[in-house]
């Protein structure tokens, strides 16, 4: 399966930008975490926010919370948090919920998108704050270690709506929330909180539980991307072996994996490519599907 991960680094090579290719090189060749850290700076604004398409369906340059998130993604995932860099977005944050009057939280966009391409289901329900993407944020930042007034503000908003709201009712708030869960220093309420999260998969929409679901969704390895995954333990060996054997049979003769929605260009659609080509091979990986072999 060695020919599995050696097509993937070529799509990367030939296809990706430089973040994911950066990324790669700190996750399977031993490069500097320090080096995607310099490959964020380029999308850091002067108001401490990211933007320029970090989060590739739309292609606004304004700071924009959805791509602070993936900003964070990225430093977490190369274990290389930035104090300076991660403070200035939070101050960003912090403004972004002090005008959205909402307790703490964070929308995902605001109006300025409509000024640039985008995806079509980028729309006016992504202006609305809650805990996608606010969740997230603040899990990431306590993964990151990495302290700041608004993360309090942001976690207590979140306790309120798990304690009060319904449970999530689609995959992507589910994902958010379950980020926060895994990280957040409240062990106990965390974990009990998520197995009541998990009565209730079956009734989240875009939460694809069957290996054979076709359509848009996230499945049980995006939530569970190792074997080691916190929330592993909330899906059956049947549907994560279903899912691994369809994530192999997935990839693309150029070496890629696709993706199952329409970005506003050619450009967006090779850029989130290269974000699932990597997410396909960190997690072929981990679980030992493939070998990190070249």
């Not at 960003?92 to 005008?99: K, R, V, Y």
């Not at 640039?116 to 805990?131: I, Q, V």
Request: hydrophobic share 45%.
């Amino acid at each position: 399966m060695n020919d599995v991960f050696a097509a993937g680094d070529r799509f990367l090579i030939s296809q990706a930008r430089l973040l994911e290719r950066r990324l790669f090189a700190t996750l399977f060749l031993g490069q500097p975490g320090a080096h995607v850290v310099d490959a964020l700076r380029g999308y850091q604004n002067d108001d401490g926010g990211f933007g320029h398409g970090l989060e590739p369906d739309k292609r606004c340059p304004a700071s924009l919370p959805i791509d602070v998130e993936i900003a964070f993604q990225a430093m977490a995932l190369a274990s290389a948090p930035d104090n300076d860099v991660i403070t200035r977005a939070c101050d960003f944050l912090a403004a972004a919920a002090a005008n959205a009057d909402a307790g703490g939280a964070v929308p995902l966009a605001f109006p300025v998108i409509e000024q640039f391409p985008r995806a079509a289901h980028w729309t006016d329900w992504t202006y609305a704050p809650g805990l996608n993407p606010t969740a997230g944020l603040a899990g990431l930042l306590y993964k990151l270690g990495i302290d700041h007034p608004w993360r309090a503000h942001a976690t207590e908003y979140c306790w309120q709506q798990l304690a009060a709201g319904d449970p999530p009712g689609d995959a992507h708030t589910l994902s958010e929330v379950l980020i926060f869960l895994e990280h957040v220093p409240d062990r106990d309420r965390a974990d009990l909180q998520a197995r009541a999260l998990a009565a209730h998969f079956a009734d989240v929409s875009m939460l694809l539980l069957d290996p054979d679901a076709d359509g848009y969704g996230l499945t049980p390895l995006q939530l569970a991307p190792e074997p080691g995954s916190r929330w592993r333990s909330l899906f059956t060996d049947a549907q994560i072996d279903g899912h691994l054997d369809r994530l192999v049979k997935s990839q693309q003769d150029d070496g890629g994996w696709p993706i199952s929605w329409e970005p506003p260009s050619q450009a967006a659609t090779l850029e989130w490519r290269g974000i699932v080509t990597l997410q396909a091979l960190r997690t072929l990986t981990a679980y030992g599907r493939i070998s990190a072999g070249l």
